[in-house]
Each structure stands twice: as C-alpha cells, then as structure tokens.
C-alpha cells in the first residue's frame, strides 16, 4: 500500500483547529489575512490598498508613531502605580500598630517608588508621591524635586487640588514628626 503525503503546517488547504475564544478567533481572522496578502504580494497580484497598507507599516512615520503610543501606555501604568504606591505609602503612615515588620514593608514601597519617581513627569502625581516619600525618609533631594514642581506652576492659576498638594508638602517639609510627642 503506498504511503501518503502528510500535510505541512503551512499548507492552506489543511484543516484547522476550531478557535476556543473570541481572541483566537481575532488571531485566526488576522493570521489568515496577513498570509493572503503575503500571497498576494509574492504573485503581484496585491491590490494598492495592500501594498501601502504594507508601506506605511515599513515607514518612520509610522514607527514613531507606535513608539509614542507605546511610551503613553507605559507613562499610564507609571501613573497607576504611582498611585496605588501613593495609597499605600498613606495607608502605613496611618497604621499605628507594628509588629516589627512595618519599616520593612515600608523600604520595599519606597524601593519601588524610586523606579516610578524616575520616569513620572513632572505633574501633580509627581508632587504627591514625592510628598509621601520624603515624609518617609526626610531626603532632601526629594524636597528639591518638588520645589521644582511647584515652581513650574504659575501660582495665579492653580487649581485647588495643586493648591491642597503644596500645602501638604509644605506641612510635611515644616513638621518633619507630625506623629511624634515631644516631651518637654
């Protein structure tokens, strides 16, 4: 009996397996259409539409383009941690009890602050983590980054949130041992 040839994986007349979900389907649909218009383009028989569908994916426009886009999803989820960092750092300043693991918790949210803080522009958020940080550690170079936040902003038109901002900062620089007794 004379053995048959096995399908290839690239061959487009073998069956293929159904896709589970609406993603795979989306990736199928995409697959597919990418390897007809590589036909296409190999025959030259691609359509215009095809090839400068191809062209500007090639272009530096486009590149630059997508590099920017991915840089503001980067900046976003900076942002969003940022934030949650924020909270955080917040929440262990109002915890009062400690059973001796506390500060090291504290480090790793400040460890991991110090990567956002690199990255984060200048904003309002900057302000807030720098604040909550520097009421951490009480580390100068903190202090003068947010000064130089403050001092980016035209003190005629600030918004009430910048103005609550600068006048927390400004608390914590003031009054370094807001929780601390003194006895006198």
Known sequence: MPKGKAASSSDSNSPLRPPTSLEA?????????????????????????VITHYLKLGSSKERIEKEILEKQIVDKENRTVARKEQQVTLD??????????????IQEILNRCWDILEVLPASLLKLRLLTACYGEVYDEPLADEARKII???????????QQEVIEEFQNVVDNPYLWEYIEE
Do not use: Y
Request: overall charge negative.
């Open 151 to 161: 001092a980016g902003w035209d003190e005629k038109s600030l918004t009430l949130e």
């Open 25 to 49: 389907q989306e990736n199928l649909m995409i697959s597919l259409a990418v390897q007809c218009a590589e036909k296409q383009l190999r025959d030259g028989t691609a359509s215009s539409q």
């Open 92 to 105: 262990n300043n109002a915890s009062f009890i400690d059973h001796g693991e506390k500060q090291e918790h």
